[in-house]
């Protein structure tokens, strides 16, 4: 079996269950921010209300109430240096929202310090409206001594948070914790480039036979004879040198030696492109967030750019370590994991997540990755489908339109136009018109007027397909009502059928749409220009 997992459900329950002790290297978690009372909801409606399902999986985070109070009586109980803090936190803060996500936090942060090597790290991001109550989280569990940085990242370089009459500072950055569990932990030297300033100060010389930058660095030997450093003569110049005649010799027929005038002492020709850089320092300002054209971008505002985790994993894991991201959202640190020959395993609550990471990894890696990773939690089975179409009917429609590589859109209250999911794809030779299939999911049992209603939405949004996906299997009526719609015909002399009616059976069972593949599905690409702008798919994932 492979050792890339990824994991649908609670993560202090997988944790518990799945996770062995001491057997992941490094550990990056992204958890939903306490800021302004919103983590940006995936199905947040314009009157403020957000999805019951979006409650249910993350009520427990945010809100002090039965539930949360029973979590901290949880860890209280447990006693210790965290119960300590949290007991502190509940005198200092009281019973409110704050203190229930602190008190979420505290058994995952736990497990997540049992499932570390002992060379392991830990980084936490998260933004300064709780920082501060988490690293004292983060001292009871790891240890004050453990604690390396405080990694602040500059995220972007202005914010509207500093709108005229808006009395405080704009706030772009986030923070970074880093924590190791013990005093031998993995660390590979990572350099940044210098800034502009400081290479044209320092490197002010350009070799005009080569166009290189180089400084002139000092070659005698400090301390003289009492530190043992060799005393002669060069290029007219008697000094105790940092290197032996020959050493010296050497550099000198090999251009390295420079004499700016005659008696002046010479120096030692030092190139730009021959450093390393600056040494990794905790204030990160030359990673910027995604832009709007950036080809990883998925269409999620929070999504983090893959050259910030991938500064993380290279600098505190090797390849063939496990990386481990317990809120994995969209999944950067599972792709760039994977990029960088890393084991890894994530974990998500929401069949969204599990849904994308899987399509991503496919559009990034090929079909064949599906190969080198095992899904955990998923249904697997009718059966299975219809327990969670039954107990969740928002979790039942992110599931069956994942596996037809399908995103559900944003739903106002009362207000859905009959459209669950969206499919992109491009068929046109030039490839420049975005063209569109409708889904819609059914729970329950479907019928002929379902059929018909999802071709009013088809026509209604001048969609080329759509494709009622159900639970149980459609009548003949409503067979007859489908094949009514006739075909969308491919500029490539492809027929598909308009309307196309798909059971979670034929899913199961690998059955997709029929539609045009020349050009591939581009849904988890990039979402439509007015879908980037707005917002409409982003929210809850954080990476």
């Known amino acids: 079996m492979t050792n890339n997992k990824l994991y649908y459900g609670d993560n202090l329950d997988v944790l518990r269950r799945y996770i062995q002790d001491e057997s992941v290297d490094l550990v990056y978690l992204d958890p939903p921010f306490k800021s302004d ?13 957000r999805a019951a399902a979006q409650i249910k999986a993350f009520g427990d985070m ?36 704050m203190l229930a996500y602190l008190a979420m936090m ?6 997540l310090r049992r499932a570390l090597k002992p060379t392991g790290s830990l980084y936490l991001h998260c933004d300064p409206t709780a920082s ?23 995220r972007t370089s202005a914010h509207s948070d500093t709108r005229q009459g808006r009395r405080q500072h704009g706030r772009i950055h986030d923070i970074l914790l880093y924590y190791v569990k013990s005093d031998e932990w993995t660390w590979n ?57 020959q050493r010296m010799q050497d550099l000198i027929d090999a251009g390295r030696i420079i004499q700016t005038k005659p008696g002046r002492v010479p120096a030692y020709k030092r190139y730009l492109d021959e450093m390393p850089g600056v040494p990794l320092q905790d204030l990160w300002t030359d990673i910027g967030p995604l832009s709007s054209q950036a080809r990883e971008r998925l269409g999620y505002p929070t999504q983090k750019p893959g050259a910030l985790l991938e500064r993380i994993i290279k600098s505190s894991s090797n390849e063939g370590d496990t990386v481990l991201d317990p809120f994995c959202g969209c999944g950067t640190a599972i792709a760039t994991a994977q990029k960088l020959e890393r084991s890894w395993i994530g974990i998500d609550i929401t069949h ?4 994308l990471i899987k399509h991503r990894l496919r559009d990034s890696f090929g079909d064949d990755i599906t190969q080198s990773y095992e899904v955990i939690g998923e249904p697997v089975s009718l059966p299975d489908a219809e327990v969670l179409g039954k107990d969740d009917p928002f979790q039942f429609q992110w599931w069956a339109l994942g596996l037809v590589g399908a995103r559900p859109v944003e739903q106002k209250k009362g207000a859905d136009k009959g459209i669950d999911g969206r499919l992109y794809f491009h068929d046109d030779v030039a490839g420049a018109k975005t063209k569109q299939i409708i889904f819609s999911v059914k729970a329950g049992r479907p019928s002929v007027p379902h059929v018909r209603d999802l071709r009013g939405v088809i026509e209604r949004e001048n969609a080329e397909i759509g494709v009622l996906l159900s639970l149980q299997e459609p009548t003949k009526p409503m067979r007859t009502e489908a094949m009514g719609a006739g075909f969308y015909e491919s500029p490539w002399g492809t027929r598909h059928p308009r309307i196309q009616l798909l059971t979670v059976t ?38």
Do not use: C
């Not at 300590?84 to 929202?97: A, H, K, Y």
């Not at 899913?507 to 707005?534: D, I, M, S």
């Open 37 to 49: 009372q919103d983590y940006n909801v995936l199905f947040a409606e314009q009157d403020g209300s």
């Open 62 to 97: 945010w809100q002090w109430d039965e539930a949360s109070a029973q979590a901290y009586q949880d860890v209280v109980e447990t006693g210790g240096r965290v119960s300590q803090v949290l007991q502190s936190f509940r005198g200092f803060l009281g019973d409110n929202d």
């Open 106 to 111: 505290a058994p995952r942060l736990v497990e």
């Open 132 to 154: 501060h109550y988490l690293k004292l989280l983060l001292d009871a569990i790891f240890g004050p001594v453990n604690f390396k940085a405080e990694i602040v990242w500059k």
């Open 189 to 245: 030297p990572v350099y940044t480039a210098y800034d502009k300033e400081y290479v044209e100060q320092f490197y002010k010389y350009i070799e005009p036979e080569t166009g290189r930058r180089y400084r002139l660095d000092n070659l005698t030997g400090p301390g003289g004879a009492a530190k043992g450093n060799p005393q002669y003569e060069v290029m007219g110049v008697t000094r105790y040198w940092r290197y032996s005649k």
């Open 352 to 355: 969204l997540a599990i849904g």
């Open 506 to 543: 034929d899913l199961l069972l690998g059955k997709g749409v029929n539609r045009p593949t020349q050009h591939g599905n581009v849904t988890f690409k990039k979402a439509p220009k007015h879908e980037r702008e707005t917002g409409q798919q982003g929210g809850l994932f954080k990476r």
